[in-house]
Structure formats: C-alpha cells, structure tokens
C-alpha cells in the first residue's frame, strides 16, 4: 500500500489507537544521517524532523508494550547501531543526539546490518521490524533492493519505509521493495511531501506506521479499536449497543414502528466454544423479548400453527453444535412455558392433583393394600367395605352429572 498523508488530521486518536492495538515488536530504527540532511525542506531542516520523528515513533513502539524494544542505528558515516534493542527510551533520545552527519546511504548494507542485530534479540516472541529513513537518492539498483527484499521476507523481517525529500527520485525503487518485502500486510511505504510547513512527525501521526489510515495492521471497527485483538471486547460493546437500543424503541414507541436496519453480523471466529454458546443463548433471550414486546402492542389474532422443528443428525453434528442445540431447546421451551397466561398455568396446575386424587381413590386394589397395611384394621370387615362402595359409587354419580352439564352446555 503506498499513502499520501498530507495533514495530521485527527492524528492523535490514531496514535492513541495505535498504543492499544501494537503487537509485541523488536523494532530497529535506521536514520538517515547523508549530506542530503542539511537541506531546509521540512523545517528546521531534514535531520531535525527526521530526528523528532524517530523520537516519536521509539515513545510510541515503547508504550505499545512493557516488553517492546527499540534499537537506533545510521545508514550512513560509518553505518553503524548506536543503541541496541532496549526498552529504555532514554537511552534512545540520548543517542539522537549523537548522530553526525555525512557521506552517503547504503541502503542495502544498513538492513543486513539491521537484520542482524534483528537475529539476536532476546526473545524470538518479539517480531522483527526495521523502519527506514530515506531522505536522499539510493544508488543501489532496483534488482539489489529486491533481492535483498525476498531475503527479509524469508525471514519474516517487516519493514516500514518513510520516504521524503528525493521521494519522485526513489519511488519506482522502494516500490518494487515494499511489494516484494510485504508479507500478510505487514510493510508500508509512507510518502511525505516537502514544502509548507509540515514536519515529518505531522505526517507520520495517521499513516499505516501508527495503525492509521487504509493498510494499517490494525483493522478498525465502527467502535475505534481492531476486533481482531479483543473479539470478546468486541461481543461485549455489540451486545450493549444492541441493548440500548431495545430500551430506547420500549421508551419511544413511534421509533420503534419504523423499520429496523439488518444487524452486522458478529465475528465469532477467535471466540471459544463456551464463549459462542453464551452469545447464541443471549441472542436468543434477546429475540424473545423482541417478540413478547411486538405481541403485546398488537392487536390480538389467532397464533399461527407451531411446526415441530425436525430434529437433527446427531451422528453427523460436532459436541459443539449438540451443546449448542440443546442450549436452543432448553431455551424455546422456558419461552414457551412463559408464554402462556396465569389464569391457564393455574388451571392446569389446580387440575392435576384432583385428577391424581380420583385416580387414588377409583383404586379398590390399592385402598385394600394400604387399608390392609394398617394395624387392627380388617379391609374385610362390612363396615369398611359399605364406605369403600359409598365412594365408588358417589364419585360414580360426579362422573354422570359431569356428562348431563356438558350435554347441556352442547345443546345450548
């Protein structure tokens, strides 16, 4: 990707942004310290705002991670690493201000130099990164830069390219660079034009350097911050809004009337399983408030049939989908069981004991067996007996009347 970053615009969310969104990095910062650095383009001049830049970028790539290191070394007078990987920004700034100026780049010596110094970092958890200044004509060919740019690639070397100055010189070179080096977008060519007053830190801040600007490594969501790094920050702040939502269609009515745009859907690929599964069970609870709500503003109609879903291929389905789908279940028949009305649930639940005592009591087998089961109680004896005929024959007669009111409420 190749960006022209005229202004800073909104730089400083950008550059706050990017302190959250920075991978774990052994970055090496290569200046350029040519005569072509006395030229007064970019005010004061070239190596001041060179100079302030790489400052920056050093703060920024330290801030990004308590474990991050910076190392700076000059591609000219002596090519040489003036501090290697530390996470002590002091260090940094004291050595920029040691940097003399001279003789001309080696573009190609300064990186093997840098990928080097890249190899024995402390700990290979950090990612190699080299971010270049080029300010003056590079004299090595296209062919060179590119071979060199295969063997960083190789090694999974990112490099970052600030091109300023003698950028209409360079750019047919560092362009074939940048293609050949970039690997799963992580290298970048930021072009900076000189004249105004525009320092190179102002067209740093919002460039793919700093997780800004179309290319970046970082991805931003609507929300300010890559998915990608926190999906469960993600899922979190998407179920909020959903949920602020819903009380301001409950609080405003006529909002609520008007139709609703379709939900992005969520990104549930770096979640896990247990994870997936709390925000299908949430999504769900969600929708049955939805339609609870929806029911009771409406006018009345008859509910439409209810199909029985089919139930699936357990055989074919992974143990996450079957947990899944018996969390879907278990789900529908707590929605079903509340939707029924009050006076219904107190129906039916003053209807099954009665039931279960006519059951009881229509048992002449098993009013014997218990009756028998007392002591000094004879189930034989008459008198028990009459009783036990007296109730057969009185719920008998219930079952009759029973059936002569519904004849009549039928014939009315």
Known sequence: HFELFPSAGD????????????????????????????NGDFPPTRFESQRDAA?????????????????????????????????????????????????SVDFVSSLQIAHLALKHRQSKEHKPRVIVFVGSPLSASEKELTDLAKRLKKNSVA???????????????????INTVNKDDNSHLVRIPSGG????????????????????????????????????LAM???????????????????????????????????????????????????SGAESTGTSTATTTSAPPASTPAAAPDFDKMTEDERMEWALRMSMENTMETDS?????????ADSKPAEDDDEVLNNAEFLSSVLGSLPGVDPNDAQIQDILSSLQEGKEDQKEDKKEDKKDDDSK
């Open 340 to 348: 029924k009305p009050d006076d219904q649930k107190q129906k039916e």
């Open 55 to 103: 400052a920056m970028l050093c703060d920024a790539k330290l801030q990004s991670n308590a474990e991050a290191t910076v190392a700076l070394m000059v591609m000219a007078k002596n090519r040489q690493v003036l501090a290697t990987l530390t996470p002590d920004y002091r260090r940094i700034l004291k050595k920029l201000h040691t940097v003399v100026l001279g003789d």
């Open 159 to 177: 490099v970052d390219v600030v091109s300023f100055g003698e950028d209409d010189v360079n750019e047919s070179k560092l362009e074939a660079f």
């Open 197 to 232: 007053n525009m320092s190179l830190s102002d067209g740093l801040i919002g460039s793919p350097i700093l997780g800004g600007g179309s290319g970046g490594d970082s991805q931003l969501n609507e929300f300010g911050f890559d998915p990608n790094m926190d999906p469960e």
């Open 11 to 38: 730089g400083s969310l950008c550059h706050n942004l990017f302190l959250l969104t920075m991978p774990l990095e052994a970055t090496i910062v290569c200046l350029d310290n040519s005569e072509y650095m006395r």
């Open 236 to 286: 979190a702040l998407r179920i909020s809004m959903e949920e602020a939502r819903q009380r301001e269609q409950q609080n405003n009515p006529a909002a609520a009337a008007q139709p609703e745009q379709p939900a992005a859907p969520m990104e549930t690929d770096g979640m896990d399983d247990e994870l997936r599964a709390a925000l299908a069970l949430s999504l769900q609870q969600e």
